[in-house]
T-cell receptor, first 109, second 120 residues
């Protein structure tokens, strides 16, 4: 079966750095996405990785290792507005997005 | 990025009535549209995938006769919740997809803002 695993909840301090991990087992792989979702809103796109390595975009970075079926989202200089759920999703061989359950990130002052 | 709209954003209906939700890709032609449902504190659950002009492909456990999906054009898909019941109350999100214009990304998917359905 297809499976995406990520922690349910994480807590971090404003100004700090946090890493949210995601492991996956899917039928085929055409890329991995990270989305941010605030409560009551639709997800917004953060990053896309299809090749191994680190993609940096401002305060957010995303890493992928296809051989390990592993990705992480790194958030630096945390701000209170970063409190949200972060969803990991893999595009499988049928170009269907397989979603993780999301990681709720709580930022404390 | 591309823009996807959803209408209505919120709807309250009585049990037994039907509700139609529209999803539009405003500035691009979507080859595929996806309908998701999200329960509180849960991730997105894919309900169905539809390609323009063909029947939607429903995920296991999703009732086709209850959740009617029409994808009449490359910019519009509708989800009709028929004979709604309180357990259908949820956050429904559509997304529109297309083959990427970028050589780095093969497929792009853009989300609508979601529709909060409450059935009383």
């Amino acid at each position: 079966g297809q499976n995406i695993d990520q922690p349910t909840e994480m807590t971090a301090t404003e100004g700090a750095i946090v890493q949210i991990n995601c492991t996956y087992q899917t039928s085929g792989f055409n890329g991995l996405f990270w989305y941010q979702q605030h409560a009551g809103e639709a997800p917004t796109f953060l990053s896309y990785n299809v090749l191994d390595g680190l993609e940096e975009k401002g305060r957010f970075s995303s890493f992928l290792s296809r051989s390990k079926g592993y990705s992480y989202l790194l958030l630096k200089e945390l701000q209170m507005k970063d409190s949200a759920s972060y969803l990991c999703a893999v595009l499988d061989s049928n170009y269907q997005l397989i979603w993780g359950a999301g990681t709720k990130l709580i930022i404390k002052p | 990025g591309a823009v996807v709209s959803q209408h209505p954003s919120r709807v309250i209906c009585k049990s037994g009535t039907s509700v139609k939700i529209e999803c539009r890709s405003l500035d691009f032609q979507a080859t595929t549209m996806f309908w998701y449902r999200q329960f509180p504190k849960k991730s997105l659950m894919l309900m169905a995938t539809s390609n323009e002009g063909s029947k939607a492909t429903y995920e296991q456990g999703v009732e086709k006769d209850k959740f009617l999906i029409n994808h009449a054009s490359l910019t519009l898909s509708t989800l009709t919740v028929t004979s709604a019941h309180p357990e259908d109350s949820s956050f429904y999100i559509c997304s529109a997809g297309r083959d990427s214009l970028s050589s780095e990304i093969r497929f792009e998917q853009y989300f609508g803002p979601g529709t909060r359905l409450t059935v009383t």
